[in-house]
């Protein structure tokens, strides 16, 4: 068994990722462990991703644990956390990672697909997050992330749906910590621009995506393990004063 990180910024920490099978979730997962924390990882459809996180991150010295959770679910949501809680006897630190963009003109845009976005992109957060605060409040500390976007502060044809549920999440860690911050608990956000997954890829492939880096200040799109850097210091007591604050790892495509 090799020996965990136990000067990292997680070191004793407990976090739990949704969406934590591939993309930024993997690499959420595997930089908290790095930093010394024991990982939760929720998986929708990537159950064999999820397992290979979980053993990436025992490499490295962590406890891990893998559970299927489709965030839209609410009772999903809350036996995922629950689980973690019995395992590792707490959570404290939650990752609302999970995330969909799918791109639709916004007259064509069904209620449908409106309320599946939203579930999957904003309530899921307001779900994991309820899930978590009891035992965070009990104990007096605890973080929540979520992963917003450039495009919730921006808005952006196509994905009105997704940029509202981005814009949604910068309003819930705000009222979360106005709400709980004078007992201990914080909730921020994370707001990359592009980044290089699945998700990313989509957009950074073509023409429409050259055109954009070319324009960011910093020339190049973000790599998942940048953006995640930034989860593990608003997790960490580093950013112990940052409350209610929305990061911003974009390359520049917003300086707010
Ligand atoms: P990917 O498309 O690469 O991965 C999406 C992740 O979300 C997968 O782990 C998937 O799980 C999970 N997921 C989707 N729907 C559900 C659901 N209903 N229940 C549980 N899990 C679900 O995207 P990224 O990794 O890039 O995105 C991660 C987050 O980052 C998202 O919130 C996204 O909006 C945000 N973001 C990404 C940007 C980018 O350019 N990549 C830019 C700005 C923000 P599974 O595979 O197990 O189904």
């Known amino acids: 068994m090799p020996d965990r990180n136990e000067s990292g910024p997680l070191h004793g920490r407990v976090v739990a990722v949704t969406g934590g099978g591939r993309g930024l979730g993997r690499s959420i997962a595997l930089a908290a462990a790095a930093a010394g924390a024991d990982v939760a990882i929720a998986y929708r459809e990537s159950e064999a991703g999820a397992k290979s996180v979980a053993d990436e991150a ?52 069904t209620p449908q697909e409106w309320d599946r976005v939203i579930a999957t992109d904003l309530t899921a957060a307001f779900h994991a997050s309820q899930a978590v605060l009891p035992g965070m409040l009990e104990r007096g500390s605890g973080s929540i992330v979520s992963i917003a976007s450039r495009l919730g502060q921006v808005g952006w044809p196509g ?6 549920a981005k814009a949604g999440l910068i309003a819930l860690a705000k009222s979360i910590s106005r709400e709980f911050g004078q007992r201990g608990v914080r909730a921020n956000c994370v707001a990359p621009g592009v980044t290089n997954t699945d998700m990313g890829r989509t957009v950074m492939e073509g023409e429409v995506g050259r055109k954009r880096m070319a324009e960011l200040p910093l020339g190049r799109f ?7 850097d930034c989860v593990v210091f608003l997790l ?11 990061l911003n790892p974009n390359s520049g495509g917003l300086m707010p």
Do not use: K, W
Not at 222 to 228: D, F, I, T
């Open 236 to 246: 960490s007591d580093a950013s112990a004063l940052l409350i209610g604050q929305t």
């Open 159 to 164: 994905v009105a749906h997704y940029a509202s």
């Open 58 to 109: 025992r490499s490295l010295g962590a406890e891990a644990d893998v559970h299927r959770c489709d965030v839209t679910d609410r009772d999903q949501v809350f036996a995922f956390v629950a689980a973690a809680e019995q395992r590792f006897g707490r959570v404290d630190g939650l990752v609302n990672n999970a995330g969909i963009m799918p791109e639709t003109p916004f007259l064509e845009t």
């Open 222 to 228: 973000g790599e998942p393990e940048e953006v995640a």
